[in-house]
């Protein structure tokens, strides 16, 4: 799915960044739709900066560049500085659920982590696909308030605060918040390449 786009200039970054990265792959917008399941219109409207795709639908495009999320939003190369600084971190909030990640991890590391802060509106819901181009990681979820559901392949775990579930990301899995209060939880993922 794709919402329409506010002219945020984040929105216009994703998909210049989308643009190069698709380019410096040689792959065609119908490569990238094909790998992808994103129709070849779509990734043109968010490569213009016309529309502002879904987690659902970066994710997607994501595991077809065979990035992470974190990745992806990495527009700059590494900087010197091992700090980084809350107001320099980038935030993205899905259109369609209003989920919202902030990459809190330094870009540009050596590091296999990256650390996401998430946080997820009551009610939402988000299922991601087998990742299997992404053999090796994994994640961490670990959950500061609210509740999160979370279904791994058949398992179905119901998180409370505190609690911290490891999983591989090449299996499908569901985000699922079935409270009435936001879900805030960290992402520690283990991109498992050296």
Not at 45 to 68: H, K, V
Not at 182 to 188: E, G, L, N, R
Request: charged share 25%; hydrophobic share 40%; aromatic share 6%.
């Amino acid at each position: 799915m794709i919402m329409e786009n506010a002219n945020d200039p984040l929105e216009s970054a994703i998909g210049e960044r989308l643009r190069l990265l698709r380019g410096a792959r040689a792959m065609t917008l119908d490569d990238l739709a094909g790998a992808s399941g994103v129709s070849r219109a779509m990734i043109s409207r968010i490569e213009r900066g016309e529309a502002s795709p879904t987690a659902q639908l970066l994710s997607r495009l994501c595991a077809a560049l065979d990035l992470t999320l974190s990745a992806f939003f990495a527009f700059s190369e590494g900087t010197d500085d091992p700090v980084s600084r809350h107001e320099a971190q980038t935030v993205w909030r899905d259109p369609e659920t209003g989920y919202q990640r902030r990459a809190v991890s330094p870009q540009g590391t050596p590091s296999r982590v990256e650390v996401i802060d998430v946080t997820f509106p009551a009610g939402a819901r988000i299922a991601y696909p087998p990742e299997t181009a992404k053999a090796g990681m994994t994640q961490h979820v670990w959950l500061f308030s609210g509740s999160l559901r979370m279904t791994v392949g058949d398992a179905v775990h119901d998180l409370r605060p505190g609690d911290c579930l490891y999983m591989s990301i090449t299996e499908g899995h569901v985000f699922e918040n079935p409270g009435d209060t936001p879900a805030h939880y960290a992402v520690v993922l283990d991109r498992g390449r050296p």
